[in-house]
């Protein structure tokens, strides 16, 4: 028999409207590289985060919750309610990360409904407009827009298009931005977006975090024992205190503005662990389709709405927050393409009389898994009973062979439908906004150039030492224009003054590197253990000057006219100001 009682405790969103209710608040709070097990609500006892696991006591802990592989592709199926590679989401970088245009986003259809609508963090689904956030919705946008960002204190951030420097520690930072946009929007329904970047390498934290773990013999260890870097488990589990005591901060100006009850609060982490740790026996960890990649804890709180201590049996993923945000909210839209997510409301509110079994679907370089509620057929082919074998141990493809062949029948027909075809031919759009942002992480190398890392993101082109090296981007400008043009540079004594040129479509426009200017490589005296992708530098920026740019599509080229030193210098970027 239904919990009646259950029933009448809550309000649906059209029964709050109809009583003359203020549509709630959304506050969602996504952390980076957090895996399922990286909380104490979890069953994590090397550390302790109350305040995220107040979230599930206070409201509804989702059992068995998925995302994606890796970064990227999360946030666009949280966006938009659609599976990541129909979005045009393909990788983490070079261009891969960006959410087509022609895609209805979360913010978009509460800033249509009349919302206040603000994102503090790791946006990772385009840098350049009109990919950036402020163009997807967003009218207020602070943080950073690439996938992995080299320093996370006193950092460059982007604050609507345009650069300016933070400051203190990145989480702590992002944090301050978010309470004031609640603070400043109190008065009228708003949506807060807060995907911090921790705990992704680089691997920094405060000393106040840190000192706890710095020499923890840790409790409860991940599958590879002894080999287990325990060094950078220490570092992730003191970001995650970090991360939850931020999290108290947002709740606590809830409560102090007296908004808790109009609130809606989302807690989730983008993929799962990037590095071998505790995270409940589950096989696979960041970027594996397997259970430990893809199972997210998902924290649900809507005092006087969402009963406290629900728990959520039922599987559901990133792309169902869309449609369900929007119910809850009693907005109704309709996107341009249809979603694959399902509205969650009836199991999380606990009016589920018949919650039909589904399929949820995970890829990443082309590899496909699949869960039901009780199977997962991985992505080579192997079934696993997820009820009786949650660490994937026994494959029962032979057991059950019917299971087997109409999930490898679902995952054939899933990827033939959503899976791209061909390689990805979009452009980098230029003079959209009034500054268009070209980094490294975006262009080629030719010539013996090379980025200073293999992982793009954050990387800069070094090595440039002939005229055959060249530096270069795929750009469209839709109109033709004056742009002022700077490159941010770095260029060792001795090896001044050679004259660079950046060419476009015939346009060209060029300057001398000068003066020398070689400041050190800068990230390893805050990284508690070592990275592996590029450290930075302050990168200045140099001009060469004002030229009329055509509309069209074509390669924008940055290379050496005549060459002074033995290196011409390092790139991290181009920057195109439009101005007429």
């Given amino acids: 028999m239904p919990d009646l009682s259950r029933r009448l405790f809550l309000l649906s969103p059209a029964a709050l409207l109809a009583a003359g209710g203020r549509k709630p608040n959304i506050v969602i709070l996504l952390a980076d590289d957090q895996g399922w097990g990286d909380l104490s609500i979890s069953g994590n006892k090397n550390l302790s985060t109350p305040n995220i696991d107040s979230l599930a006591r206070d ?35 070079e261009g891969q990360e960006r959410m087509n245009l022609g895609e209805r986003t979360l913010a978009e259809v509460f800033r249509d409904a009349g919302y206040a609508t603000g994102a503090f963090g790791k946006w990772h689904n385009g840098s350049q407009f009109p990919y950036h956030p402020h163009a997807r919705g967003f009218d207020e946008y602070y943080g950073v827009t690439s996938g992995h960002w080299p320093n996370y204190f006193d950092t460059v951030m982007d604050h609507n298009g345009e650069f300016t420097r933070g400051k203190g520690y990145i989480t702590d930072d992002l944090t301050d931005h978010a309470l004031a946009f609640i603070e400043k929007n109190r008065s009228r329904p708003f949506l807060c977006y807060v995907p911090f970047n921790s705990p992704h390498s680089p691997m920094q934290v405060p000393d106040k975090y840190w000192e706890k773990f710095r020499n923890m013999d840790l409790l409860m260890r991940g599958p590879e024992g002894r080999s287990e870097d325990v060094g950078m488990t220490r570092a992730a589990l003191a970001m995650c205190e970090n991360i939850d005591w931020n999290v108290g901060r947002v709740l606590k100006k809830l409560d102090e503005l007296k908004l808790a009850s109009d609130t809606i609060v989302l807690y989730f982490s983008d993929n799962g662990p990037a590095s071998s740790r505790w995270n409940g026996g589950m096989r696979g960890r960041k970027g594996s389709t397997d259970e430990g990649g893809v199972r997210s804890p998902l924290l649900v709180r809507w005092p006087g709405h969402i009963a406290a201590g629900t728990r959520v049996p039922e599987i559901s993923g990133a792309i169902d927050l869309l449609p369900t945000l929007a119910d809850l909210a009693g907005i109704s839209f309709a996107g341009p393409k249809p979603l694959d997510g399902k509205v969650l409301t009836p199991i999380l509110t606990g009016n589920r009389d018949d919650w039909p079994d589904r399929m949820i679907f995970s890829t990443n370089n082309r590899r496909v898994s699949v869960r039901t509620q009780q199977y997962r057929l991985d992505d080579q082919g192997r079934l696993y009973d997820m009820t009786l074998d949650p660490g994937q141990a026994k494959d029962i493809a032979a057991e059950r062979p019917e299971v087997a062949a109409r ?3 679902a995952v054939a027909n899933w990827s033939a439908e959503v899976l791209p075809a061909g390689a990805d031919d979009r452009p980098f759009p230029v003079g959209e906004s009034k500054l268009t942002w070209l980094p490294a992480r975006d262009g080629r190398g030719a010539g013996g150039v090379k980025r200073s890392n293999q992982y793009p993101n954050s990387s800069f082109f070094t090595n440039w030492t002939n005229k055959e090296g060249e530096m270069s981007w795929d750009v469209e400008i839709a109109r033709s224009g004056e742009f002022d043009v700077a490159v941010e540079y770095t260029c060792r004594a001795g090896s001044e003054g050679s004259t660079i040129e950046m060419s476009f479509l015939g346009a060209k426009a060029s ?3 000068k003066p020398a200017y070689d400041p050190p490589l800068l990230g390893s005296s805050n990284d508690r253990v070592p990275r592996i992708e590029s450290y930075y530098k302050d990168f200045r920026p140099l001009s060469l000057g004002r030229v009329r740019l055509p509309a069209g599509r074509g390669t924008l080229v940055l290379h050496a006219t005549d060459i002074r030193g033995r290196v011409v210098a390092d790139v991290f970027s181009i920057l195109l100001t439009r101005r007429i």
């Fill in 59 to 93: 409201g509804a802990l989702f059992d068995r919750f998925y995302v994606c592989p890796i970064c990227a592709p999360t946030r666009a199926e949280f966006l938009t309610g659609r599976y990541h590679p129909r979005t045009g989401v393909r990788g983490v970088s």
């Fill in 407 to 409: 999930l490898r029948l």
């Fill in 511 to 513: 300057g001398q590197v």
